[in-house]
């Protein structure tokens, strides 16, 4: 039986040129393990659309490591709105969420204007992204920032087959997936609830 293909913190520059080559990738998150690819590599969202046997219309979140890097989102809107939905971005910042050990994720519009990938948005017209505070998972993101994917989005979806519980360690998330994905071997930040969902438009806690 051949080896599990696991990288270490330090090797996200491999981890980066796997991702970039349509690889999945399972990894801790804020809490429980995601499951992961680069945004746009159409090849790699299908690979974990059948991994997981997901309902396709649902979307996936996706992780950056700065609301900096969602200007562009914002880009054919006024610039009053642009400038409001960035101060709201701003003010959950990596010490907030920390201390309330619970990450964020926005509820975005799309405008028609940016082309993403439809599995990302499913059935909706809003992306969910989250800013994470993981150190590790910032600096993957950074890695991943190139001119296809220019908001360095990683996706980030539970590490499970549909049905089953989010893998709670890298022993179970091989116990799941076994040789079809790459694993990082790194710390989750513990955090003790799950995710907030808020709607960058309305404001509206959905979660």
Request: neutral net charge.
């Amino acid at each position: 039986m051949p080896e599990y293909n696991v990288y270490q913190a330090h090797e996200l520059a491999q981890v980066s040129q796997s991702l970039k080559a349509h690889g999945v990738l399972a990894y801790p998150s804020e809490s429980v393990w995601g499951l992961g690819c680069d945004a746009f590599d159409k090849v790699a969202l299908e690979r974990i659309i059948s991994l997981k046997s997901r309902d396709i219309g649902k979307g996936l979140i996706v992780l950056t490591d700065t609301h900096e890097k969602l200007r562009p989102l914002f880009g054919t809107l006024p610039t009053d709105v642009s400038q409001r939905y960035l101060h709201k971005l701003a003010v959950l910042d990596d010490t907030a969420m920390i201390t309330a050990k619970q990450a964020t994720t926005w509820l975005i519009p799309v405008p028609k204007q940016v082309n993403l990938p439809k599995i990302l948005t499913g059935e909706f017209d809003t992306l969910a992204v989250r800013i994470t505070p993981h150190p590790v998972l910032k600096a993957l993101c950074q890695q991943l920032t190139t001119d296809d994917n220019p908001y360095g989005f990683l996706v980030s979806t539970s590490c499970n087959p549909s049905g089953q519980s989010p893998a709670q360690s890298l022993a179970q998330a091989q116990a799941y997936f076994g040789h079809q994905v790459a694993y990082l071997d790194t710390q989750s930040l513990n955090f003790s609830k799950p995710s907030q969902i808020i709607d960058l438009q309305t404001h509206q806690i959905i979660r």
